[in-house]
């Protein structure tokens, strides 16, 4: 009967659809599941998000001002079951787990199931109970147990990426199509099957989900297994940017796929100047110091240089891309996450480069309020490591982009920005450097970063051509979040559909 859609942008109402999301406790999971769960909200659905303890600080300023607007929105903060699986204190911080524990951690995250379970239930309970029961879980990709929850609590379950359709079905048809068998080489080229278009890839760059990674086989197949059940997939993307990408994955996994994104957006649809820059770990610089700095610079003249969440530099790499930048003439904006890890003559390196750049170069030393930045008129382009959030946050800027991708889906997302969008250059890395696993050391040069930089930021008439349709399609990206847009329309449809709880297939 529509119930859900009848919501408006102020919620409330007798609207009750209760969507449960579950991030993956990473930063690049939780960031945009949050802003996913509050896009809902907007439109009247109550969007309880499950965090744990440590990262309940990092999304708290957004949903705390969410809230505070009006919208249905809380934080179900429960706590991870260290000892259990041998974990040690603090844990509950994927930052602060080695990567021989990582099975741990995610045997940790299964053991929510439980008590969350249980806390949705006595939430809910009675009449008078303040809480509508869930309607719908939406889970991200990597939680496999999120099935048996969804079923016990007897609702449709979505599976949550914040990834391109792209990348999903070139992942996809790799593994469907068995593209690696017999290929000996991790680094030898195939032709990903199934598409129109020409793309290579190798078994390095796009390994699939959580495959090759020791410990982590039989999760890879549950992970699988579990999505091809789900209900429908949420993805962080748009549209109008690959309607022939969404399409085929929707075919191939006969699964309905809904974009709503960029989830970014939503800061800047909401008006929330605040939350924009309070989007994962407490930034390293005040937002209005970073804005003081920006206004002082010509418009699109700055080049915006950060790799994410997890990627850091190794030491000489830093130095590299240092010179890199001052060599390019640019004015720029470097996150430097691990700036203290690199030893002295690294930390003396930074501090001299600081000198000879002042006023051109700002170093941030840990996090930076990314979509704050690269909204601002003066930057003009984005050194990336291509993690599909900063891919989609560079889109929506409108910002060509440095393709320099380290691991995991950041090789098709490159591909994806540089082949089909032809908003990026490629930075030239070939193979993964994956953090605190490095097999070796792969160090691109100060001339390889000065060219690249040069390239997006001046690069004649292809350079214009390529700043030409990252404005296109960042028109098309605000497009697709307003009112009659797809995003929008998606957003809609899932509070519709997913709004009844268990009577929703029956009635929709
Ligand atoms: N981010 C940020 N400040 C930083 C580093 C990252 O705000 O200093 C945000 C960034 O805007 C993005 C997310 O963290 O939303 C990183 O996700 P992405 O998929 O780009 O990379 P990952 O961290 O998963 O490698």
């Known amino acids: 009967n529509g119930r859900g859609a009848a919501a408006s942008d102020t919620g409330g109402g007798d609207v009750k659809a ?35 303890p440590s990262n309940a600080g990092r999304v708290r300023p957004a949903v705390d001002a969410a809230h505070k607007s009006g919208l249905p929105v809380r934080l179900l903060v429960l706590p991870l079951d260290l000892a259990a699986e041998g974990l040690p204190a603090g844990a509950d911080d994927v930052d602060k787990v080695p990567p021989d524990l990582w099975t741990n951690y995610f045997r940790a995250l299964a053991r929510l199931a439980a008590p969350l379970e249980h806390h949705l239930r006595a939430d809910s309970d009675g009449a008078a109970a303040a809480t509508p029961y869930p309607t719908c879980v939406v889970a991200d990709f990597c939680h496999p147990w999120a099935r048996e929850l969804a079923a016990n609590l007897g609702v449709p ?5 914040s990834m391109c359709a792209f990348c999903l079905l070139c992942q996809h048809n790799v593994e469907r199509f068995e593209a690696y068998a017999g290929v000996a080489d991790d680094n030898e080229l195939v032709v990903v099957p199934g598409l129109e278009k020409r793309f290579v890839v190798s078994r390095a760059q796009a390994p699939g989900f959580f495959r090759g990674t020791p410990g982590f086989e039989k999760f890879g197949d549950d992970v699988e297994e579990v999505l091809t059940q789900a209900d429908g997939i949420v993805t962080n993307s748009f549209l109008e940017m690959e309607p022939k990408y969404v399409a085929g994955y929707a075919a191939a996994r006969n699964m309905k796929v809904w974009t709503v994104g960029p989830v970014s957006l939503y800061h800047h649809r909401r008006g929330a100047a605040t939350t924009v820059a309070a989007r994962g770990n407490t930034t390293a610089i005040a937002a209005d110091e970073c804005l003081r700095w920006l206004d002082g ?45 690199h030893g002295d003559d690294v930390t003396e390196f930074l501090r001299e480069l600081e000198e000879r750049v002042a006023g051109r170069g700002l170093l941030i030393r840990g996090w930076a309020p990314q979509v704050l930045i690269l909204s601002h008129a003066a930057v003009g382009g984005f050194v990336t ?64 970063v000065e060219e690249a930089v040069r390239s997006v930021m001046d690069g004649g008439e292809e350079g214009e051509e390529r700043r030409r349709r990252a404005r296109a399609l960042a028109a098309k990206a605000r497009a697709a979040v307003e009112e009659g847009g797809s995003s929008h329309g998606n957003l809609l449809d899932l509070v519709k559909t997913f709004g009844l709880g268990a009577g929703c297939f029956a009635t929709a």
């Not at 579950?22 to 309880?48: E, Y």
């Open 18 to 52: 209760h969507f449960v999301f579950i991030p993956l406790m990473f930063q690049g999971h939780l960031i945009p599941a949050v802003d996913t769960a509050l896009l809902l909200a907007t439109h009247g659905a109550l969007a309880s998000i499950v965090v744990t």
């Open 157 to 161: 379950r979505l599976t949550f990426f």
């Open 297 to 341: 610079k010509e418009p699109s003249s700055v080049v915006y240089v950060s790799f994410g969440s997890i990627a850091h530099a190794a030491a000489k790499q830093a130095v590299e891309l240092g010179l890199g930048l001052e060599a390019s003439g640019h004015p720029f904006i470097w996150v430097v996450k691990n700036a203290d890890q």
């Open 385 to 448: 490591h291509c993690g599909w959030n900063s891919t989609m946050e560079a889109v929506a800027a409108g910002l060509p982009v440095v393709a320099w991708p380290h691991f995991a889906d950041q090789f098709l997302n490159a591909k994806f920005a540089v082949e089909v969008l032809g908003i990026g250059v490629d930075v030239g890395v070939t193979e993964p450097v994956i953090y605190r696993m490095d097999q070796k050391e792969i160090v691109v040069g100060r001339e390889a």
